[in-house]
């Protein structure tokens, strides 16, 4: 069992930035890969953002590249979201997810642990 708390979210100007942590327990940190997706309002949740175990990879959607930035700390068990130049449409719920096996980064279904969520709200 894993166990996700995220941090962060809250209320922001369009072309503001925020951060978003994602606390992690129950197994070794650094074993498996994360994720971060997001769901507004009447529509499916959809990746944002990936990084490795080991964080020598990441991935993004087409979506946040080059505004979005994915990382991690394992010594702090702690995966980030560092969101800039934020848009109105990246309103949304913002979710963290552990993905242990070798999966597809995309699918929500790669997923295994999910935490509750955290708002963003970017106004204009």
């Known amino acids: 069992q894993v166990q996700l708390v995220e941090s962060g979210g809250g209320l922001v100007q369009a072309g503001g930035s925020l951060r978003l942590s994602c606390a992690a327990s129950g197994r070794t940190f650094s074993d498996y890969g994360m994720g971060w997706f997001r769901q507004a309002p009447g529509k499916e949740r959809e990746f944002v953002a990936g990084?490795?175990?080991?964080?020598?990879?990441?991935y993004y959607s087409d979506s946040v590249k080059g505004r979005f930035t994915i990382s991690r700390d394992n010594a702090q068990n702690t995966v980030f979201l560092q969101m800039n130049s934020m848009k109105r449409e990246d309103t949304a719920v913002y979710y963290c997810a552990t993905k242990l096996h070798f999966r597809t980064w995309f699918p929500t279904s790669s997923y295994d642990y999910w935490g509750q969520g955290t708002q963003v709200t970017v106004s204009s």
């Open positions: 990084i490795s175990a080991s964080g020598s990879n990441q």
